[in-house]
C-alpha cells in the first residue's frame, strides 16, 4: 500500500505553520459539520486515525495531525514534552481559525488532548480520552527506564515489509489495513520524540479537575487506565463519564475502531444536536457515578 491510499479521496492532507515548525494533517472536511481533532498516541500518525475517522467523517469534520517528531511533521531536536505538543495543538486551532472544537486523543494524545482543554477552557466543546497516559509515577518509570528507544533503534533497520509481517503475526485481528498506517508511522517517529516519557508526567488528576466541558474517558478491559482510576476522576469531575469496552487492551482505535467510534458517536450526539449551547460545571454527569 503506497501513501495515496491511506487517505479518502475527498480528504485534505496538507501542513500548517505552528510554533515555528510544520504540522503535517489529514482532514476529512465537512464546513457545516463540527470539527473532531484526533490526537495520536507515541510512534503514531495522523494516518492512524483512518479506520476511526471514516466511520465518523458522515457527521464530523476529522482534523488527524501528525505530532512533532511523527510522519509528515517536522523532527526537531528538542521540545517534545506534553507542554510542547498541547502548544502545537493550540495554535493548530488558532491558525487554523476552528471555533469550539471537539478533541480526541489517545494514548500520549489522550493526556496532550486534557492538557489542551485544561487551558482553553470553554473554547473547546468536549474531550474523548481513549486510554490515555494516566499512569502513576511508578509505572511512568518502569516506561521510562526500558529498552523502548533501544527497540525502536532496531525497528528502525528494519523494512517495511519486515514490521508488517512481524505486526501481522502478533497482532492477527487488526485489519491490514491499520497495520500499515502503524507500520509507517512508526518508521517516521524520530528518536528524539521519546523524550515525551522523560518524567514526570503532568499531574492529570489536577488536568481533570480544571475541566468544564464533557468528558469522556474510554478504556479497555486490558488497558493501562483502569475502572478504579476512571470511578476516582469521576468524584473529582462529574463531567467525566467513562466507557469500558471489554476484551481490548491499549489499542482501542486500531483493535476496536468501530465500538469506539459507537461509543464517541453516543456520547457526542447529544451535544452536537442539542441547541443549548450553555455549558456549566456538573451539567453533563451522569446518575450513574459517570460510567454507561
Known sequence: MTRKNIISANWM???????????????????????????????GSGACWSQLARELEEHFDIIMP???????????????T??????????????????????????????????VASRLGFAVSGIILADPTFVSPEFQNRVYESDMVEQHRQMLKSTKEELF????????????????????ARLRTSENAFDVLIPPNPEFDELIRNIYVPTLLVLGSEGIVSAETARELHALNPDLQYKLIPDVGHGLPYDEPARLAAAIDTFLKPKVTSTNHIKKPGRFSLQTAGAY
Request: charged share 20%.
Open 82 to 115: 506534553y507542554q510542547d505538543h498541547a502548544n502545537d495543538v493550540i495554535e493548530l486551532i488558532r491558525t487554523l481559525d476552528i471555533k469550539s472544537p471537539y478533541l480526541l486523543g489517545h494514548s500520549m494524545g489522550g493526556m496532550t488532548a486534557a492538557m
Open 165 to 184: 509481517r512481524e505486526a501481522k503475526a502478533r497482532y492477527r485481528y487488526r485489519s491490514s489495513e491499520v497495520i500499515e498506517y502503524i507500520v509507517q
Open 13 to 43: 492532507d496538507t501542513m500548517c505553520r505552528a510554533n515555528g515548525i510544520n504540522i503535517h494533517y489529514l482532514r476529512t472536511g465537512g464546513a457545516d459539520k463540527p470539527t473532531l481533532i484526533a490526537l495520536h498516541g507515541l510512534t
Open 66 to 80: 501528525d505530532a512533532r517528531g511523527h510522519g509528515y511533521s517536522s523532527a526537531p531536536q528538542h521540545g517534545y
